[in-house]
């Protein structure tokens, strides 16, 4: 399999669980995950935030806030509901995730009457996991949005039980980006290296870490030190910015990316609210830059989705 970077839109149609991990983990810390809201109204109106963020080099589309019961896209053209994924797949030709939540239902009252407040179909459940296979989705992401009362515990046991109902139809990344609402699992318990052991049992393929410089504690050094633990277990590590600094300046953005990269991340994830929706667009572009260089941003901006 070739490196994600090379890869075109029709290398990846028939790309299988295995392949995609290899091609992630052959680019060696050069994938940029962008995430984006698509219930909210899209920053170019007619166009969806998830084509927005593609075509400013993003590799992965990760769709938070995403209801596989009841999926809405504004912008995107009328498709039937089960088709949702397919299409953005077809217009931006790129691997596509959702987040899931293994929300404490108490907490989770909190986000009530907000942009944040769950719904059924965002549920970190065996039977969402599955549909969200049958959809086209290539990777869930088990975390939380916060406020949700998402604990590690919780998604654990969640990880369980969609593994065993998934199998290999689908890339599993799991960990918080920020405590989601849970007391005590702020800082440096966000996440530790037995909660990494633990994903990895529940069967994890990539494990998901606050990128350095996002909430406190997190150094460039504790990350380093998770990483190589995820590495040592032939897993991959995502870093993310889930703080709303992706509505930083460029500088911020930069600085972050490299200590990610030299932390030792194989996928960089820029989170959705720069503002509501998606990160500004400037910075997705500067993150891109700043871990791969313009030739491989460019290129990934001008490939054809009919490749």
Known sequence: MKRLLDCTPSDLQNCTKPELLSALAACEGRVLACETIGITPPLLVDVTNAEYAASLSADILLLNMFDVQH?????????????????????????????????????????DGTLWKMSTG???????????????????????????????????????????????????????????????????????????RDFIQAGADIILLPAPGTVPGITQEYAHRLIRG?????????????????????????????MCKMAGADIHHIGDTGVPGMALPQNILAYSIAIRGERHTYHKMAQSVNR
Do not use: C, F, W, Y
């Not at 040592?232 to 990316?257: C, H, M, P």
């Open 71 to 111: 999926p809405v896209i504004n912008a995107l053209p009328k498709v039937a509901a089960e088709d949702t994924v397919r299409e953005i797949k077809r217009l931006t030709g790129r691997v596509v995730g959702i987040n899931l939540e293994p929300v404490d239902p108490q907490a989770a009252k909190s986000n």
């Open 122 to 196: 965002r549920l970190a459940t065996a039977e969402n996991a599955v549909r969200a296979a049958e959809m086209g989705v290539d990777m869930v992401v088990l975390t939380g949005n916060p406020g949700n009362g998402v604990s590690n515990s919780a998604i654990v046991e969640s990880l369980r039980s969609i593994r065993a109902a998934v199998g290999d139809r689908l890339i599993l990344a799991a960990g918080k980006m920020h405590a989601s609402g849970v007391a005590g699992e702020g800082g440096e318990n966000i996440l530790t290296p037995d909660d990494v």
């Open 230 to 258: 995820i590495h040592a277990a032939g897993k991959l590590a995502l870093t993310a910015i889930g703080t709303s600094q992706e509505g930083a300046d460029t500088a911020t953005i930069r600085q972050i990316a490299l």
